[in-house]
């Protein structure tokens, strides 16, 4: 799927009950206005140039220093 085709009220509409979330329609219009604001985000950060070696995953953290 790319961000184009993404369709929040039809996400919403498959997760709420997932979540246990009865959401009228007043209510899943306010949270697609949030997930079409995340998406564009999520658009921006994935358009910027990432230099080479920079997403080297970090080490294993152990609480406790173990």
Do not use: K, N, S
Request: charge should be negative; charged fraction near 25%.
């Amino acid at each position: 799927m790319t961000a184009q085709d993404f369709d929040a009220d039809a996400y919403i509409r498959q997760v709420a009950p997932l979540l246990g979330l009865e959401l009228d329609a007043e209510r899943r219009a306010a949270v697609a206005a949030f997930l079409e604001i995340a998406r564009g985000m999520a658009e921006r950060l994935e358009a910027a140039p990432v230099p080479a070696g920079c997403l080297d995953l970090a080490p294993v953290f152990l609480p406790g220093g173990e």
